[in-house]
Every structure is written in structure tokens, then in C-alpha cells.
């Protein structure tokens, strides 16, 4: 058992958050690599506690491979990952189980599950992580489908029946099932007309600022990361080449941030 997770038991009786000041993930000389191909190298990063990060990059650059390897899918060659003051590479089984109650993911296209209603897609991690009674279980769908503003009668429902705006909602009540911490958002707005999209963003800020939720978010989308996002940070030449405000970005001189930001594409949202 590491001393953090111990005095965490002693202490409150279940682990607390408070870790490493208010840096709640933090990753140090993280390399990954497929085969011969180095796709992240010696990277850096810190995401703080209660922050919209938004994290932006070239096709291909490894946003999603860095999103896997910070949640252990994907293994890294070297570096250390540190989610709640836990390195996972080193935990316990206990310890990771603890790590996984904590955060909530929402995969690319949503991934639920098509052969279960929209209440039992959102019942999934609470069947893994917790022991509740079916009654309880029910409730607390019904709480989180409020939570992201979903009808009731959609619990029954299947995948296939709702629009992608449901579905996108679905795979966030899913995601917010465990009253997770910190929640990953691989391009939650991706497939959604821009009116769709700006009430998902809504919907995402008015989480973090009432849940306390921290929130680390791939996106491609210029309007999120000028919307909601409190810092981005840019994935390119196998690193965060950099990270911090939309203003910052604003005024950075890298070829790649100049022309993602400042853009042609950039400057018609004006
Ligand atoms: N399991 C794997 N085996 C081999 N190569 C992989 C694997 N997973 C990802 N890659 C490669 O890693 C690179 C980064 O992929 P990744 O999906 O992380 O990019 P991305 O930045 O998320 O791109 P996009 O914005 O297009 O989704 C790509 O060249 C991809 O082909």
C-alpha cells in the first residue's frame, strides 16, 4: 500500500482528492511508442483541480493515445502518471479501483453500449464499482439524466432510437455515474450542429463551476476552446508544445498555434 493512500485511510477513512496541491493529474517524461514509432516523447503536462482544459493538436499527433495511456489502456516506455497523487503503474489493485471510482470518460462516438437502454448504459459503472439495490440504481439513472438534461422516457430507450445530442448527453450521464472528480471528453461536440454544440458546452461548464468538476477535454472545436475552456493545451512534435490561456494562445508565435488560432478558419468565427 504507497503512504499516500495510507494516510488518505487514516485520515478521512476514504482517500481524499486534496493531492499535490491543486494539481489533481500530472505526467513527467511520458514516451509512447508503436513498434518502431515514437508517437509521444518525453512529454510534460499538469491538469489542476476544477480546470476546463482543452487539449488541441494535428490529426494523428496522439490525443487520444496520450488520453489512453493516462487512463492505463495503452502502456507507456517510460515516464510516470500521477492521477489523484496515485501513480498507476505502481498501484494496487485497491488503489486503481479507487483512481477508476473517480474519473468518468466519454469515448469518441460516444460508446454506448447498443444492445442496452440508455438506464442500464448509465448503470454499468455503478453494477462494476458499487453495490446498490436495483430500486437505488433506478433513482440514481434517473438523477443523472436530469443532471445532463435528458427526458426521463429516454431511460428505456436504446442508442439507436435518440439523436446524437442525446447520445453525446447519454454518454455523459454515463461518464457522471460514480459522482466522478475529473471526467476525459474525447471531441464530446464532434457530430453536432453548432446550436447542439454550444448547449453540450453549456452544459459542460455549468458541471465543472457546479460540481467541482475538473474536466480534460480533446476537441477540435475553435468555439469550445474560446467558450468554456479555462486553459488549452497543444499536443505537436511528440509533446505539449505548449499550454495556457485562449489569450496566450492568442499571441504565441509557433507556426502550428498561429495558424489553428489565428487562421483563416480561426478568424471567420469573427
Ligand atoms: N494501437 C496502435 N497501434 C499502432 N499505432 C497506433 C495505435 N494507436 C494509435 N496509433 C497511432 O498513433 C498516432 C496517434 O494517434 P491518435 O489517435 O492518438 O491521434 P489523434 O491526435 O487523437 O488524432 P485525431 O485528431 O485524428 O483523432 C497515429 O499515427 C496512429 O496511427
Request: a negative charge.
Amino acid at each position: 500500500m504507497s503512504e499516500q493512500f495510507a494516510e488518505d485511510q487514516k485520515v478521512h477513512g476514504v482517500p481524499s482528492i486534496e493531492h499535490d496541491g491543486d494539481i489533481l493529474l500530472s505526467a513527467r517524461g511520458v514516451t509512447v511508442g508503436f513498434g518502431p514509432k515514437i508517437i509521444l516523447q518525453d512529454l510534460d503536462l499538469d491538469v489542476r483541480k476544477g480546470e476546463i482544459l482543452g487539449f488541441v493538436g494535428g490529426s494523428g499527433t496522439g490525443k487520444s493515445v496520450l488520453m489512453r495511456a493516462i487512463l492505463g489502456l495503452t502502456p507507456k516506455r517510460t515516464g510516470t502518471i500521477k492521477v489523484f497523487g496515485y501513480d498507476l503503474a505502481k498501484a494496487s489493485e485497491q488503489e486503481r479501483k479507487t483512481v477508476e471510482r473517480r474519473w468518468g470518460v466519454l469515448f469518441q462516438q460516444g460508446a454506448l453500449f447498443s444492445s442496452l437502454t440508455v438506464k442500464q448504459n448509465i448503470q454499468v459503472p455503478m453494477r462494476e464499482h458499487l453495490n446498490l439495490s436495483p430500486r437505488l440504481m433506478d433513482e440514481l439513472a434517473g438523477l443523472k439524466l436530469e443532471l445532463v438534461g435528458l427526458p426521463q422516457d429516454a431511460a428505456d430507450k436504446f442508442p439507436s432510437e435518440l439523436s446524437g445530442g442525446m447520445v453525446k448527453r447519454a454518454s455523459l450521464a454515463r461518464a457522471l455515474a460514480l459522482d466522478p472528480d475529473l471526467v476525459f471528453l474525447d471531441e464530446p461536440t464532434s457530430g453536432l450542429d453548432p446550436i447542439g454544440a454550444a448547449a453540450f458546452d453549456k452544459l459542460i461548464a455549468n458541471l465543472s463551476e457546479t460540481l467541482g468538476l475538473t474536466v480534460y477535454m480533446v476537441t477540435h472545436d475553435l468555439d469550445s476552446l474560446h467558450s468554456i475552456c479555462d486553459r488549452i493545451a497543444v499536443l505537436g512534435e511528440k509533446r505539449v508544445l505548449v499550454i495556457g490561456t485562449i489569450d496566450e494562445m492568442m499571441k504565441n508565435e509557433h507556426p502550428w498555434v498561429m495558424s489553428y488560432f489565428r487562421g483563416e478558419r480561426a478568424l471567420r468565427r469573427f
